[in-house]
């Protein structure tokens, strides 16, 4: 089958960096998405990695291995405003979207 | 409006009783999804269309239905709603030109089937 593993809640401290990581078994690969999703809100896309290696994108950051099926999501300098779930999703072979349960996470003062 | 609308924002359902959520987009998007999302569980995709006039079955599609005759719209239906189906619904729709081929989201449609 089809699974993909996060986290279910991570606390982190603001100005702190803090790394949220997927793993991922699917039927084929055509790339991963991390969202964004605020309580109560729509899930919003924050990254995308095809290949293997580093992405970033300002604070944010996201890594893959596909030999691993591993990704991770790196965010810095964390803010009060970071709290949210962040969502891992695995586009298939038929280019679907399988999405991970989602990571909560919570940061403090 | 520009993006994903969803309506209703909320509903309070009795069982067997049927419903429509409806999903307008103008962006101009070929594709177009909707998930339930449940405390504990990832998104699960009930059906999708990959463009207007077809749609297709995805991981959870027993007692929902769709239909696409326009690019812009995509309602669901609960033919006969049973309390499982009490859930939060996104509607999303991508447009398969992009770099990443994202998903924009909807505000969501809270149901609660009683």
């Known amino acids: 089958g089809q699974n993909i593993d996060q986290p279910t809640e991570m606390t982190a401290t603001e100005g702190a960096i803090v790394q949220i990581n997927c793993t991922y078994q699917?039927?084929?690969?055509?790339?991963l998405f991390w969202y964004q999703q605020h309580a109560g809100e729509a899930p919003t896309f924050l990254s995308y990695?095809?290949l293997d290696g580093l992405e970033e994108k300002g604070r944010f950051s996201s890594f893959l291995s596909r030999s691993k099926g591993y990704s991770y999501l790196l965010l810095k300098e964390l803010q009060m405003k970071d709290s949210a779930s962040y969502l891992c999703a695995v586009m298939d072979s038929n280019y679907q979207l399988i999405w991970g349960a989602g990571t909560k996470l919570i940061i403090k003062p | 409006i520009a993006g994903i609308t969803q309506a209703p924002t909320s509903q309070i359902l009795a069982a067997g009783r049927r419903m429509t959520l409806r999903c307008t987009q103008d962006m101009r998007h070929n594709a177009m999804y909707w998930y339930r999302q449940d405390l504990g569980l990832g998104l699960r995709l009930i059906h999708y269309?990959?463009?207007?006039?077809?749609?297709g079955k995805g991981e959870v599609p027993d007692g929902y239905s769709v239909s696409r005759a326009n690019t812009d719209d995509f309602p669901l239906t609960l033919a006969s709603a049973v309390p499982s189906q009490t859930s939060v619904y996104f509607c999303?729709?991508?447009?398969?030109?992009?770099?990443?081929?994202?998903?924009?989201f909807g505000p969501g449609t809270r149901l609660t089937v009683l």
């Open positions: 990695n095809v």
């Open positions: 999303a729709s991508s447009d398969g030109t992009s770099e990443y081929n994202e998903q924009f």
């Open positions: 269309s990959n463009t207007a006039g077809t749609t």
């Open positions: 699917t039927s084929g690969f055509n790339g």
